[in-house]
């Protein structure tokens, strides 16, 4: 009799010890930030930006890095970043929270120009007019279908953003209104550098046949489920193993840079799959 309790005991601490350890684990895989950095070098980037370094903050659905986003600001001030770029989605739709979002925003502003596109939980959100409101009265450029010139040490670059196609993408023909929009922000300065900032990796297409060099998207969450050598296991708009998750894809001239994100959204846990936060250092090259 004592055998058997001793071997209950053993059986319950080896559950309770798992447990612990696998909620150890999850807290961990959603709650600690990587720094994923890469330079990205081109001729066609100006001598005079040659070294200028661009945060990418992607997908943050308003989760919350300690107490007035302490964790995730240490991050942005070690970066020392040029420009923060937001791709999409500082809150989410389901249970919105833009005070926690606006929490980083405020504070981010200090560091360096802020430049932010809507994603899908934006334009689907209810909450959008607000957090809008307060985005401007921060001094966020909002870039929705729209182009602003960078200048730095008498060199320019073109910064564009494409507001979210939520709408679009379930119309029949919107494709060919995304079309447009691109064709009318990419403007007429030839030779010109051009960075775009889009939620959407799955129109990687759209963006390489309008020839711009370098791209910002999120929208993905990494695949939520990263597997060995296979990589995510889903994101929205691609389904099962989808192509455009994370890292840096090409296609000919078209470089886009794919951030991994930082909360979640209906799934509400990560696997292999850290939160990200992405430097990419500009390069000229003669």
């Known amino acids: 009799m004592a055998k058997r ?4 005991r053993k059986q319950i601490l ?3 010890t798992t447990i612990v350890l696998l909620g150890l684990f999850f807290y961990w895989q959603n709650n600690d930030i990587v720094i994923t950095s890469a330079d990205y070098t081109n001729a066609a980037v100006p001598a005079g930006f040659d070294g200028f370094r661009i945060l990418q903050v992607s ?5 919350e890095f300690g107490k007035n986003q302490k964790g995730l600001m240490k991050l942005t001030r070690k970066i020392q970043p040029d420009i923060i770029v937001i791709t999409g989605d500082l809150i989410d739709s389901y249970r919105p929270d833009v005070e926690t979002a606006m929490d980083y925003v405020r ?9 932010f596109v809507t994603g899908n939980h934006e334009m689907k959100s209810v909450y959008y007019t607000e957090l809008s409101r307060q985005l401007t009265d921060t001094g966020v450029n909002i870039m929705d279908d729209r182009a602003v ?3 730095k040490n008498k060199a320019s670059i073109i910064l564009m953003g494409l507001g979210d196609p939520y709408f679009l993408s379930q119309e029949s023909g919107g494709e060919e209104i995304i079309k447009d929009k691109l064709n009318n922000i990419s403007g007429e300065e030839a030779g010109t550098f051009k ?3 889009s939620h959407r990796p799955e129109l990687f297409k759209l963006y390489a046949e ?14 939520q489920f990263r597997l060995p050598l296979i ?11 989808p192509g455009y998750t994370n890292g840096i894809i090409v296609n000919k001239n078209t470089s886009m840079v794919v951030s991994r994100g930082l909360g979640n959204s209906v799934i509400p846990v990560r696997i292999f799959n850290r939160p990200e936060l992405v430097v990419v250092t500009l390069r000229h090259i003669d």
């Open 5 to 8: 309790i001793t071997g209950i």
């Open 14 to 16: 080896i559950i309770i």
């Open 59 to 63: 997908d943050l659905h308003n989760k």
């Open 107 to 115: 504070q981010a502003v200090e560091i360096a120009p802020v430049y």
């Open 149 to 151: 010139l960078l200048k």
């Open 195 to 197: 960075i775009l900032l």
């Open 210 to 223: 309008h020839n711009i060099e370098l791209v910002f998207s999120g929208h993905a969450h990494g695949g």
């Open 231 to 241: 990589g995510g296991l889903y994101a929205p708009n691609q389904g099962f193993f």
